[in-house]
């Protein structure tokens, strides 16, 4: 048996949390006699924008045996040491600036510390298959001694001075990859925990809240069994963490193997004595439940684009439809097949995903898979333009999966459907590592439809998610004794534009295509300042103003472009119908209810 290779070890250390800055060290005992090179990633993977890490490391120098050694830059995120004698030990010591506070990236100040592995970690070319050992250390100071770490990152048992459970100390993982798939929190959090299949699940949560831990926990307990069922027990980890920072104002979830790095506000959590179920909680559960989602889809079922990931350059796959919109679609769909919410609660978020998807006119003009495909330099990158531009295959991917499962259900009378094609993908691609080809998911459905439905139902998706045409989904929902209502928003009359939030001031963030404002030429970014003489401080003003309007009515606006006043008249358009509800049919056939059990579950 060849003896073991050496670990790659680092340190990290929360060196000056009101400069926000981690120190870290990387050190190789065997690097390559010819110039070891190190790499940070460009890019985190579940984030498809290109970041540049590198750019936050303030300062970075080698040394060789302890001693000061040559090394030098060799494009945005790579570094080379000089040629070193052998049996010589390198080490790489830098800074690292954090302050996103986001899921992405790292942030660090006096009340916590996160980073992702992708933010402070150099990759050491030609060792990432090397086991990682890391030395995740406590910052100065009598104020940090009550700090606890939280991360599923495995304790490196037997190392001395390996870490407890929830302390600083050493920390070990299997290769780069697996390193750099562990966030870390750090702080005063609150901590509850639930067993879900056998498996312990933490939920941290760091920031101020009065959350009722112990709803959150069963509300989450039941969504993460119900997922574990869906794919089969036990669970692809054998520890899970829900890692919450919480806020006055923000969202976004962020998937790893073993956990989820999550921002939330601090009202979306559930409270002691709370009634119902409120619209920011159902957002928070339904966020936790897609990034547990990818703990299979996406983190073990993956693109064959993605195997191995590339964090040096874009990746370019054509299936984020099928990766993140079918995840989209499961996450709400978890909560009522779970019992969190009831059949109307849920009802009410498709109708919400539904209307979210038509009022972009961007969904005429780029399919899903282009979206897919695009999303590097489109998608991650909105501007002014992008509801006339592009579609999300987040939401629209949402749509297509509900089309394919119902078109699958009612097809073979409830005996297959979109559960079935992802256990299929589970057990053939999920557990094997084999990646899944750009023609793999319509291979799943042609296969799990069997007969002439698989063939038939493989085709239609394949159109579908290249092509733009609108979703049958009032013709599909009818089959299942779901009733489908078209609407405007509001009975006041059209401008076709989208208000930028905030500000105290009326900013248009947007101007629709065939719209009224577009037409008098309008743009986003304009300021309005008045409508027919009258000042408009806000957006309610001027829905007020509107109000007393009617389709066809000219009205003049007074707006600032940049420092330049500018009048425009503008005929306003007819109310937009643009809301889209769905409720169960007052009356529905025997068949149609055994349909909609089997869909949303026997409380439907």
Same mark, same amino acid.
């Given at each position: 048996?060849? &003896?073991?290779?050496?670990?790659?070890?680092?340190?990290?250390?929360?060196?000056?949390?009101?400069?926000? *800055?981690?120190?870290?060290?990387?050190?190789?005992?065997?690097?390559?006699?010819?110039?070891?090179?190190?790499?940070?990633?460009?890019?985190?993977?579940?984030?498809?924008?290109?970041?540049?890490?590198?750019?936050?490391?303030?300062?970075?120098?080698?040394?060789? =045996?302890?001693?000061?050694?040559?090394?030098?830059?060799?494009?945005?995120?790579?570094?080379?040491?000089?040629?070193?004698?052998?049996?010589?030990? *390198?080490?790489?010591?830098?800074?690292?600036?954090?302050?996103?506070?986001?899921?992405?990236?790292?942030?660090?100040?006096?009340?916590?510390?996160?980073?992702?592995?992708?933010?402070?970690?150099?990759?050491?070319?030609?060792?990432?298959?090397?086991?990682?050992?890391?030395?995740?250390?406590?910052?100065?100071?009598?104020?940090?001694?009550?700090?606890?770490?939280?991360?599923?990152?495995?304790?490196? @048992?037997?190392?001395?001075?390996?870490?407890?459970?929830?302390?600083?100390?050493?920390?070990?993982?299997? =290769?780069?990859?697996?390193?750099?798939?562990?966030?870390?929190?750090?702080?005063?959090?609150?901590?509850?925990?639930?067993?879900?299949?056998?498996?312990?699940?933490?939920?941290?949560?760091?920031?101020?809240?009065?959350?009722?831990?112990? @709803?959150?926990?069963?509300?989450?307990?039941?969504?993460?069994?119900?997922?574990?069922?869906?794919?089969?027990?036990?669970?692809?980890?054998?520890?899970?963490?829900?890692?919450?920072?919480?806020?006055?104002?923000?969202?976004?979830?962020?998937?790893?193997?073993?956990?989820?790095?999550?921002?939330?506000?601090?009202?979306?959590?559930?409270?002691?004595?709370?009634?119902?179920?409120? =619209?920011?909680?159902?957002?928070?559960?339904?966020?936790?439940?897609?990034?547990?989602?990818?703990?299979?889809?996406?983190?073990?079922?993956?693109?064959?684009?993605?195997?191995?990931?590339?964090?040096?350059?874009?990746?370019?796959?054509?299936?984020?439809?099928?990766?993140?919109?079918?995840?989209?679609?499961?996450?709400?769909?978890?909560?009522?097949?779970?019992?969190?919410?009831?059949?109307?609660?849920?009802?009410?978020?498709?109708?919400?995903?539904?209307?979210?998807?038509?009022?972009?006119?961007?969904?005429?003009?780029?399919?899903?898979?282009?979206?897919?495909?695009?999303?590097?330099?489109?998608?991650?990158?909105?501007?002014?333009?992008? &509801?006339?531009?592009?579609?999300?295959?987040?939401?629209?991917?949402?749509?297509?999966?509900?089309?394919?499962?119902?078109?699958?259900?009612?097809?073979?009378?409830?005996?297959?459907?979109?559960?079935?094609?992802?256990?299929?993908?589970?057990? @053939?691609?999920?557990?094997?590592?084999?990646?899944?080809?750009?023609?793999?998911?319509?291979?799943?459905?042609?296969?799990?439809?069997?007969?002439? #439905?698989?063939?038939?139902?493989?085709?239609?998706?394949?159109?579908?998610?290249?092509?733009?045409? =609108?979703?049958?989904?009032?013709?599909?929902?009818?089959?299942?004794?779901?009733?489908?209502?078209?609407?405007?928003?509001?009975?006041?009359?059209?401008?076709?534009?989208?208000?930028?939030?905030?500000?105290?001031?009326?900013?248009?963030?947007?101007?629709?295509?065939?719209?009224?404002?577009?037409?008098?030429?309008?743009?986003?970014?304009?300021?309005?300042?008045?409508?027919?003489?009258?000042?408009?401080?806000?957006?309610?003003?001027?829905?007020?103003?509107?109000? @007393?309007?009617?389709?066809?009515?000219?009205?003049?606006?007074?707006?600032?472009?940049?420092?330049?006043?500018?009048?425009?008249?503008?005929?306003?358009?007819?109310?937009?119908?643009?809301?889209?509800?769905?409720?169960?049919?007052?009356?529905?056939?025997?068949?149609?209810?055994? #349909?909609?059990?089997?869909?949303?579950?026997?409380?439907?």
């Amino acid at each position: 048996m060849p &003896p073991a290779l050496p670990a790659v070890e680092y340190r990290i250390r929360p060196a000056n949390p009101g400069a926000h *800055l981690f120190h870290v060290s990387c050190t190789v005992r065997d690097p390559d006699p010819a110039g070891q090179v190190f790499r940070l990633p460009a890019w985190i993977p579940g984030s498809y924008m290109i970041r540049e890490f590198a750019r936050n490391i303030v300062t970075l120098r080698a040394e060789l =045996d302890g001693e000061a050694w040559p090394i030098d830059k060799l494009d945005k995120h790579s570094w080379r040491a000089a040629p070193v004698p052998d049996g010589g030990v *390198l080490s790489l010591y830098y800074e690292v600036y954090a302050w996103d506070l986001s899921v992405r990236a790292a942030h660090l100040d006096g009340t916590h510390g996160f980073f992702n592995g992708t933010s402070v970690f150099l990759a050491v070319e030609g060792r990432s298959d090397r086991p990682c050992l890391v030395d995740i250390e406590r910052p100065d100071g009598a104020e940090y001694r009550d700090w606890k770490v939280a991360t599923a990152l495995p304790l490196a @048992r037997g190392v001395a001075g390996a870490a407890r459970p929830y302390g600083f100390g050493w920390y070990r993982a299997a =290769d780069y990859d697996e390193l750099i798939d562990h966030p870390v929190e750090m702080g005063s959090f609150t901590l509850g925990h639930f067993d879900a299949a056998g498996v312990t699940h933490d939920i941290v949560l760091t920031g101020r809240h009065d959350c009722d831990l112990e @709803r959150l926990c069963e509300d989450l307990r039941r969504v993460c069994e119900w997922q574990i069922a869906l794919f089969g027990a036990p669970p692809p980890m054998d520890y899970y963490a829900f890692l919450t920072m919480v806020v006055g104002e923000g969202y976004g979830g962020l998937e790893h193997r073993a956990s989820t790095a999550l921002l939330c506000s601090r009202a979306e959590l559930p409270w002691k004595g709370m009634e119902g179920l409120p =619209d920011g909680y159902k957002s928070f559960l339904g966020l936790c439940s897609h990034e547990y989602f990818h703990s299979w889809n996406v983190k073990r079922i993956k693109p064959a684009a993605f195997t191995p990931y590339d964090l040096t350059q874009e990746n370019y796959t054509r299936l984020l439809w099928a990766f993140e919109g079918f995840t989209s679609y499961y996450d709400d769909l978890a909560l009522v097949r779970s019992g969190v919410i009831a059949p109307d609660d849920y009802l009410g978020l498709l109708g919400k995903t539904v209307s979210a998807v038509l009022r972009g006119s961007g969904r005429s003009k780029q399919s899903v898979a282009e979206s897919s495909f695009d999303a590097w330099t489109k998608y991650y990158r909105q501007d002014e333009n992008a &509801p006339n531009a592009i579609v999300s295959y987040y939401a629209k991917g949402a749509l297509i999966a509900l089309a394919l499962d119902l078109q699958l259900r009612a097809g073979s009378d409830g005996r297959s459907s979109l559960d079935d094609v992802m256990r299929l993908l589970w057990q @053939r691609h999920g557990q094997t590592g084999l990646g899944v080809a750009e023609e793999g998911v319509f291979d799943a459905v042609r296969e799990t439809g069997g007969g002439t #439905l698989g063939p038939k139902l493989a085709r239609w998706l394949k159109k579908t998610v290249e092509g733009t045409d =609108d979703l049958p989904l009032a013709r599909l929902l009818k089959g299942f004794g779901i009733d489908w209502q078209a609407e405007p928003t509001t009975a006041a009359p059209s401008l076709g534009v989208k208000l930028a939030a905030g500000n105290g001031e009326c900013r248009l963030a947007s101007v629709h295509d065939g719209g009224a404002a577009q037409a008098a030429g309008l743009s986003a970014g304009d300021v309005l300042i008045a409508l027919d003489g009258l000042k408009l401080g806000s957006g309610k003003a001027l829905d007020d103003m509107l109000a @007393r309007r009617q389709p066809g009515d000219e009205v003049e606006i007074h707006a600032f472009r940049r420092d330049e006043l500018m009048v425009f008249s503008v005929v306003l358009g007819e109310p937009v119908v643009d809301k889209i509800s769905l409720k169960p049919a007052e009356k529905a056939s025997a068949g149609a209810l055994k #349909l909609r059990r089997g869909w949303l579950g026997r409380a439907a």
